[in-house]
């Protein structure tokens, strides 16, 4: 078992770029999370799904998309990169409410 | 609205010492908490599941309890080890929020030699 994978590991855009982050995950989790992390502020929740097909939004959800057309990945869009998306971002997937996370993605937007 | 708090946000221990890491949230209405711990640059690492009906867990080294009707977990860790050190966070999984849950800022642990 991969567990949950995330691709890229790091990435550099420059400003108004677009970008997809893919997460996978192997244990058929029905519900996917998309985090970001900055520093001072914690973990925040960027989109979620509860099902393949199903999505919905987080706590910080502009200026991202997201698409489940696929039980086991989950996708995270950024039409137009902006200097405040500048984070690490976690994919994360749960099973009877323990969630399990990747190893993030480091993305830096100059 | 849930918030999380974490205290001390900074820890410094010499080897072999106990220590306890401290949560509390706002809002005891919650399905269950989960303790991770995080390491530089890396993902997170779940330590600890307690379940709202549960007062506590234990793994190893680790005990992790929780006190719904106060707000208050703590994860306790027994004769630390320089291997110990990392950030660890602590988590909420609040009733009816399709498992969304809310996370700390951290404790950022470093075991010294």
């Known amino acids: 078992n991969a567990g949950v994978t995330q691709t890229p590991k790091f990435r550099v855009l420059k400003t108004g770029q677009s970008m997809t982050l893919l997460c996978a995950q192997d244990?058929?989790?029905?519900?996917m999370y998309w985090y970001r992390q900055d520093p001072g502020m914690g973990l925040r929740l960027i989109h979620y799904?509860?099902?393949?097909?199903?999505?919905a939004k987080g706590e910080v959800p502009d200026g991202y998309n997201v698409s489940r057309l696929k039980k086991q990945n989950f996708l995270l869009g950024l039409e137009s990169a902006a200097p405040s998306q500048t984070s690490v971002y976690f994919c994360?997937?749960?099973?009877?409410?323990?969630?399990?996370f990747g190893p993030g993605t480091r993305l830096t937007v100059l | 609205k849930q918030e999380v708090t974490q205290i001390p946000a900074a820890l410094s221990v010499p080897e072999g010492e106990n220590l306890v890491l401290n949560c509390s949230f706002t809002d005891s209405a919650i399905y269950n908490l989960q303790w991770f711990r995080q390491d530089p640059g890396k993902g997170l690492t779940s330590l600890l599941l307690?379940?709202?009906?549960?007062r506590e867990q234990t793994s190893g080294r680790l005990n992790a309890s929780l006190d719904k009707s106060s707000g208050r977990s703590t994860l306790y860790i027994a004769a630390s080890q320089p291997g110990d050190s990392a950030t660890y966070l602590c988590?909420?999984?609040?009733?009816?929020?399709?498992?969304?849950?809310?996370f700390g800022t951290g404790t950022r642990l470093q075991v010294t030699l």
């Open positions: 244990m058929n989790h029905e519900y």
């Open positions: 799904s509860v099902g393949e097909g199903t999505t």
């Open positions: 994360a997937s749960s099973y009877h409410g323990e969630q399990f």
């Open positions: 307690i379940q709202s009906s549960q």
């Open positions: 988590a909420v999984l609040d009733t009816g929020t399709a498992s969304k849950l809310t």
